[in-house]
């Protein structure tokens, strides 16, 4: 009887990690670099086109499109941590440096705001600090 109670346990747990793992979006484009996107106007351009049905998508730039709007409505609850971070590091970047590609995009996906409002929030909060300067 205590190793069916065992198996049953173990069993309930399996299935239960095992849902949760599919309510995560996919890792396979992780390790994008960001950095090149920001860094080159063409290729940026083609995501903000491809997010706005205005241009052909990459493999990526469709699970991006597919996954965009449960992620600004969940606060990216089904993000890796690196998808949270890619996501800020991307958006922040619109906000702040592209405003006419951000634009569109929060009308399209975030039409309430709220995603910039808590960025902005957050930008207010953050605490600037000057280094020391040795004489």
Do not use: H
């Amino acid at each position: 009887m205590l190793l069916a109670s065992f198996i049953a346990i173990y069993l309930i747990s399996c299935t239960t990690s095992a849902v949760t793992e599919r309510t995560k979006y996919t890792t396979k484009y992780d390790n994008i670099d960001l950095g090149e996107i920001i860094s080159n106007e063409r290729l940026l351009k083609n995501y903000v086109d491809c997010l706005l049905e205005k241009g052909r998508c990459t493999p990526d730039g469709l699970e991006l499109k597919k996954n965009m709007p449960d992620a600004i409505e969940t606060d990216c609850s089904k993000c890796s941590e690196k998808q949270k971070e890619g996501s800020e590091i991307i958006i922040r970047y619109l906000i702040d440096n592209k405003p006419e590609y951000w634009s569109p995009l929060q009308d399209k996906y975030d039409p309430t705001g709220s995603y910039k409002k808590r960025y902005l929030d957050a930008k207010k909060s953050e605490v600037n600090v000057e280094p020391l300067v040795k004489s």
